[in-house]
């Protein structure tokens, strides 16, 4: 099955900093690639998503890439604030998978004043 | 008007109880899945089910019983409960993949269940 790594683990910026989050991605099936912000007690909301057949979207401070040769995606957050501070997920889904997502381990960002 | 609403959202429950969890979306998905948020904030997938039809059933004790009694509610129902068994669950919806593959495949996650056994 599909397997999805996300790296760092832990991530402080100072506000103003970028902060860049990457995933890898084990099946070359996949063709859908969510990013999901949890705060503390919530829920998970989408905040971005990629299809394969695209190579870069973004919205406003957000961005996504996708390299399908190399099997990972990354998200990138311009000019941070502190409402930004919060727990990312990557996720990839398996096509005819029932649309099963399988989420990254995540990423725990904390922007510094 | 809440998408995707869950009862109850916190749970505390003594070992060997059983218990349910209740899920609603009015949005219109034909898809709904039950994910396990650990301690670490790992999300698991366990259950999916497609207009009332289990399609998804990952490695899951079967003291975890789903039940969809239609395609806006899907229920979790959890026997003899166990400590191990302490996390957030969080019900989700989504459309699903159509025919040619063209689906739109954003989930909307409902609130979260907290559960704790005691």
């Known amino acids: 099955g599909e397997n999805v790594e996300q790296h760092p683990s832990t991530l402080s910026v100072q506000e103003g900093d970028s902060a860049v989050i990457k995933c890898t991605y084990s099946?070359?099936?996949?063709?859908?690639f969510p990013w999901y912000k949890q705060e503390l007690g919530k829920r998970p909301q989408l905040i971005i998503d990629?299809?394969?057949?695209?190579g870069e979207k973004k919205d406003q401070r957000i961005a996504v890439t996708l390299n399908k040769t190399a099997k990972h995606f990354s998200l990138h957050i311009t000019e941070t604030q502190p409402e930004d501070s919060a727990v990312y997920f990557c996720?990839?889904?398996?096509?005819?998978?029932?649309?099963?997502?399988?989420f990254g381990t995540g990423t725990q960002l904390k922007v510094e004043l | 008007d809440t998408a995707v609403s869950q009862t109850p959202k916190y749970l505390v429950t003594q070992m060997g109880n059983d218990k349910s969890i209740k899920c609603e979306q009015n949005?219109?998905?034909?898809?709904m899945y039950w994910y396990k948020q650990d301690s670490k904030k790992f999300l698991k997938i366990m259950f999916s089910?497609?207009?009332?039809?289990?399609?998804i059933n990952e490695t899951v004790p079967n003291r975890f019983s789903p039940k969809s009694p239609d395609k806006a509610h899907l229920n979790l129902h959890i026997n003899s409960l166990e400590l191990g068994d302490s996390a957030v669950y969080f019900c989700?919806?989504?459309?699903?993949?159509?025919?040619?593959?063209?689906?739109?495949?954003?989930?909307?996650f409902g609130s979260g269940t907290r559960l704790t056994v005691v």
């Open positions: 989700a919806s989504s459309h699903s993949i159509g025919l040619s593959g063209q689906g739109r495949y954003g989930y909307t």
């Open positions: 099946d070359s099936a996949s063709n859908y």
């Open positions: 990629i299809r394969s057949n695209v």
């Open positions: 996720a990839a889904s398996l096509t005819g998978g029932g649309n099963k997502l399988t």
């Open positions: 949005l219109g998905h034909d898809t």
């Open positions: 089910y497609n207009n009332k039809e289990l399609i």
